[in-house]
T-cell receptor, first 116, second 114 residues
């Protein structure tokens, strides 16, 4: 079955360390997204990529970095510059963007990152 | 910028009761998505609404977009424990564009008591 796989499910890191969250999809979707979820705040967009080798900052990109070397993969690095990294991180993808018909985002099961 | 406000923030209902969750936008909605989330898991797509007055149903869940396209409601009939979770509405940041960059409401947490 096609879907989005995020790993690991739980991640613990010491303050000051960079950490990379994995996101892999086998849906053949061009566009991929990273969201952050905090209690009572809904989801906020960190970075997105609409094509391989290209990505754009979202609303809260500071302290994060991404790469998109393959269509299937969109890893997110949480750097030591991110002031409040503890959160639930969700990766998503969609088959259609731009002038095409609207289509929903498909989400992975998330990675819960705890930084102490 | 566009904002989505959900109400209520949380809801506790007895099994078998009906309930409604609202999502109000500060700007006209060109596409409104409803998702469900179990705690600690990803979002599951429920329904997408695009036209004013549109109504869609899936099993016991009905979603509507008002004629003015600034408010949507999600109605659950005869609630069951399996309906428990967090319900989120989302809309494209660019309004009529299709960017996939969604903004979300803060979510409504639903508990269903057996």
């Amino acid at each position: 079955d096609g879907g989005i796989t995020q790993s690991p499910k739980y991640l613990f890191r010491k303050e000051g360390q960079n950490v990379t969250l994995s996101c892999e999809q086998n849906l053949n979707h061009d566009a991929m997204y990273w969201y952050r979820q905090d209690p009572g705040q809904g989801l906020r967009l960190i970075y997105y990529s609409q094509i391989v080798n290209d990505f754009q900052k979202g609303d809260i990109a500071e302290g994060y970095s991404v790469s998109r070397e393959k269509k299937e993969s969109f890893p997110l690095t949480v750097t030591s510059a991110q002031k409040n990294p503890t959160a639930f991180y969700l990766c998503a993808s969609t088959s259609s963007w731009g002038t095409g018909p609207q289509s929903p985002l498909h989400f992975g099961n998330g990675t819960r990152l705890t930084v102490t | 910028s566009q904002e989505l406000e959900q109400s209520p923030q949380s809801l506790i209902v007895q099994e078998g009761k009906n309930l409604t969750i609202n999502c109000t936008s500060s700007k006209t909605l060109y596409g409104l998505y409803w998702y469900k989330q179990k705690y600690g898991e990803g979002l599951i797509f429920l329904m997408m609404l695009q036209k004013g007055g549109e109504e869609k149903s899936h099993e016991k869940i009905t979603a509507k977009l008002d004629e003015k396209k600034q408010q949507s409601s999600l109605h659950i009939t005869a609630s069951q424990p399996s309906h428990a979770g967090i319900y989120l509405c989302g809309a494209d940041q660019k309004g009529s564009s299709n960017t996939g960059k969604l903004i979300f409401g803060q979510g409504t947490t639903l508990q269903v008591k057996p």
